[in-house]
């Protein structure tokens, strides 16, 4: 059996993680179920971890879990043969950072996180064509590479085409120090 942190957390490794980032509109969420796609064809077990700016719900009403909740549960699991979800209310607590969140993810080899514009983690940065808003690369340290629908002359990071998820996939793999293809 293995003890639980009071935090909660197991104290395993943290699986790596690479963000990808960008302003509303810009195509992350395309993006990261493409990189989804072609990560776990290489046999790569991928968990995502994606940040919400607004209010947001996936208990619902006339649901059990959203009794127990509503009733005064401050965490409710849900399980199955199939899923396991944990409603986790946060009440005056502050959110947790985005190192915890990954440190729950004890059975995959990489996580993808999306959005989180800022902080240490590495990541992709998405520019679109149409899409105008200020560059994150500047203001936020660990942006690798910008992932462009459109040539960007005078970028000083590489550039990586949005159509080619399989190079991009490469650029992750590579930087966070695993292998094209998982070994089974």
Not at 54 to 79: C, M, N, Q, W
Not at 163 to 174: G, W
Request: charged share 20%.
């Amino acid at each position: 059996m293995q003890c639980l942190g009071e935090d909660g957390l197991t104290g395993l490794p943290q699986p790596p993680a690479f963000g990808i980032a960008g302003y509303k509109n810009s195509g992350k969420t395309t993006l990261i179920v493409a990189l989804l796609q072609e990560l776990s064809s290489r046999g790569w077990r991928v968990g995502t971890i994606k940040h919400a700016h607004h209010d947001f719900d996936i208990d619902h009403p006339g649901k059990d879990s959203y009794l127990h909740r509503t009733a005064g549960a401050t965490e409710v699991i849900v399980a199955s043969a199939r899923r396991v979800a944990h409603i986790r209310e946060l009440g005056d607590q502050n959110p947790p950072g985005l190192d915890e969140l990954i440190a729950r993810l004890v059975s995959v080899d990489l996580v993808l996180v999306e959005g989180w514009k800022s902080g240490a983690h590495p990541r992709l940065e998405l520019r679109r064509a149409g899409v105008p808003a200020p560059a994150i690369a500047g203001a936020a340290p660990g942006v690798r590479a910008i992932v462009s629908d459109t040539p960007l002359p005078g970028e000083t990071l590489p550039v990586l085409a949005r159509d080619n998820v399989a190079r991009i996939a490469d650029f992750i793999l590579e930087a966070v120090g695993l292998p094209a293809r998982r070994a089974l």
